[in-house]
């Protein structure tokens, strides 16, 4: 009997399709999918500074496993309406790789933490589970299973982070053209050392541009000094080996690099500092440090007996005492170059038109004093043109007048552009100028800048450095406040919570820090403690949409609905942006088809 082929097809699929359920691998896969339990902790992702972290734990039948084979869960995170995916990790059940659950003996668990980079086109999105069974050895063969969904992402909560800028003008620039005056240069030094640190934020390159400079040089006073902490309280001549190696650097330098002036034509002046309880406390005073922390300084120090050493060792009881070791100590650890020099004055009529014959190069840039260069970028309105005098004016003379008003120029053409990538440039390049203008007048003011634009820029770890840079060198209380104030917001953006608490307690009580305290106790979980916070804002801003909205994300996460309702409400309408913000929001993801919710959005 002749077989036709149509009938022969069906039958053939038949077998293979046998051969293929019966196969070892096919087993594995429903074996150990056979009572399965796959769990994310949290259920809905959530940011966490620049990630996302989460734990899986997967329960899976110990009679799935066979020799040369082993059961698998890839994980992957799908977005953007499913048009993007990110692999993420595996959940591999092979030996060392997975334990004996507790409760029931016949399984095997392993539990993992994960973790992706966020960025903001991945919420909403889905994390998925692919299951597989495959041969061990290279090449094997592989059997997929169908995949599971595990959760949902991403809550951005974390990211309701308040910043306030402070507006940043552009230096005064007149054309007086007095370039007579003194001249001063901070040094820092080592703990215990007395070498010079030839790197970035020495002034080191700064000393050496003014003597190069070849201004008429009169006098050079030198101090120096060291810190109470015992690596340099150990040498009683640490502070003279100071002064002596910036005197001697000094020295050679004029000797090698000044035409005019002469080392036996300048008048030096030095002093070494020893065990000086008043500079100590000056810069305690002038420190973030609270009122009554400072008092306490004050009182062990000037009414405690005791030997230096003791007293330094009485400071280690302080509560406080890692903010001393962090921020006032290496300070003290200083020596300063104070200059006084003279220049002859000089004017010019045609300032504004020598520059532009300087900025394109049809004349010497000694046709204007760097004063009258600097001023010349006031006489005209374009931005662009502002850039190309004062990018000249750092060129001719490396002033940090000059990188101070090019960083600041540079903000402003940051401000205007809607390219977020020729953005990020130019907020980058005003970071880069206002590094150079503060390692050549290094206040607490400068190098905050520094931090400010950074943390602009999405550059976290360079500005959490600034930060902390501006800091240490102290300053008056409003700027350090508002130093410790967007350090705790940085803080918070990476993830750092505890030591954002720690930042807000040594700024004041503005809108900004309540916020963020605020939002720090709802990452945390404390809901109610959260809501206080926010109430205090109320007063501060009582028609701010964000405030409104955090609220009922602390309402929600409660789980009162008619509290959330009424604040989302509130907050739409003071902005209609914060009705697609909601929608989008998994936070209220538990709320989003119930009535008031909808109610709340109209």
């Not at 620049?50 to 110990?62: C, D, G, P, Q, S």
């Not at 703990?191 to 030839?198: D, H, Q, S």
């Not at 001393?324 to 650890?333: G, K």
């Not at 509290?563 to 913000?581: F, S």
Request: hydrophobic content about 40%; glycine content about 4%.
């Amino acid at each position: 009997m002749k077989i036709s082929p149509s009938r022969v097809l069906p039958a053939t699929l038949l077998s293979a399709a046998c051969l293929s359920a019966c196969s070892p691998l096919s087993k594995v896969l429903k074996n150990a999918q056979q009572g399965q339990e796959i769990t994310v902790q949290p259920m809905v992702l959530e940011s966490n500074g620049e990630n996302v972290l989460f734990e899986v734990t997967a329960k899976v039948a110990a009679s799935h496993l066979r020799k040369g084979a082993a059961y698998n869960l890839g994980l992957s995170y799908r977005y953007n309406n499913g048009l993007r995916e990110d692999t993420v990790g595996r959940l591999t059940f092979i030996s060392g790789e997975y334990l004996y659950d507790e409760q029931q003996k016949n399984r095997l668990v392993i539990r993992k933490q994960f973790s992706f980079p966020y960025a903001p086109q991945k919420s909403p999105g889905e994390l998925l589970a692919l299951p597989d069974a495959r041969e061990t050895k290279p090449n094997g063969k592989r059997v997929k299973g169908k995949e599971i969904p595990l959760a949902r992402g991403i809550v951005t909560t974390s990211r309701l982070v308040v910043r306030q800028d402070t507006a940043i003008t552009l230096l005064p620039e007149t054309a007086d053209n007095n370039m007579s005056g003194t001249r001063v240069m901070p040094f820092f030094f080592d703990a215990g050392k007395a070498e010079i640190r030839n790197y970035l934020g020495t002034n080191v390159a700064a000393l050496e541009d003014f003597i190069e400079a070849n201004q008429h040089t009169e006098k050079v006073m030198i101090v120096a000094g060291h810190s109470p902490d015992s690596l340099d309280r150990h040498d009683a001549r640490l502070s003279d080996k100071r002064v002596r190696v910036l005197l001697n650097y000094y020295k050679k330098r004029v000797d090698t690099d000044s035409y005019l002036n002469k080392v036996g034509n300048i008048d030096f002046e030095t002093e070494a500092y020893h065990r000086r309880w008043d500079l100590f406390l000056s810069k305690v005073q002038e420190s973030a440090l609270k009122p009554a922390q400072v008092d306490s300084v004050l009182l062990l120090i000037n009414d405690t007996p005791g030997s230096y050493a003791t007293k330094e060792q009485s400071l280690h009881k302080l509560t406080f005492y890692d903010y001393l070791e962090q921020y006032i100590y290496p300070v003290m650890r200083f020596g300063t170059i104070a200059v006084r020099y003279t220049a002859p004055k000089r004017y010019d009529s045609e300032i504004y038109l020598l520059s532009k014959k300087i900025v394109e190069k049809q004349t010497e840039a000694d046709a204007l004093t760097p004063e009258e260069l600097r001023y010349s970028a006031t006489l005209t309105p374009l931005l662009a043109e502002k850039q190309r005098i004062y990018e000249t004016s750092v060129a001719t003379t490396g002033l940090w007048q000059a990188y101070h008003n090019l960083a600041v120029v540079l903000l402003m053409r940051s401000e205007k552009e809607v390219n977020p990538k020729v953005q990020k440039a130019y907020l980058r390049r005003s970071a880069v100028n206002f590094t150079l203008a503060a390692h050549r007048n290094p206040t607490a003011e400068l190098f905050y800048r520094v931090g400010s634009a950074y943390h602009r820029a999405g550059d976290k770890l360079e500005a959490l450095q600034n930060y902390d840079y501006a800091i240490k060198l102290g300053g008056p209380r409003p700027v350090l406040s508002k130093v410790f104030a967007d350090k705790a917001a940085l803080e918070i953006e990476v993830g750092q919570l505890d030591d954002a608490l720690r930042s807000l307690s040594y700024s004041s009580k503005t809108y900004q820090n309540i916020m963020n305290r605020a939002l720090i106790y709802v990452l945390k979980g404390n809901y109610q403690g959260a809501a206080n916070i926010y109430a205090e804002a109320i007063a501060l801003r009582p028609q701010d949409p964000l405030l409104y909205y955090c609220l009922a994300v602390v309402a929600a996460r409660q789980q009162n609905e008619a509290a959330m309702a009424m604040h989302l409400r509130r907050a739409v309408q003071l902005d209609r942006a914060y009705a697609n913000r909601a929608v989008e929001d998994l936070e209220f993801r538990d709320f989003a088809k119930g009535k008031q919710f909808l109610e709340a959005l109209r």
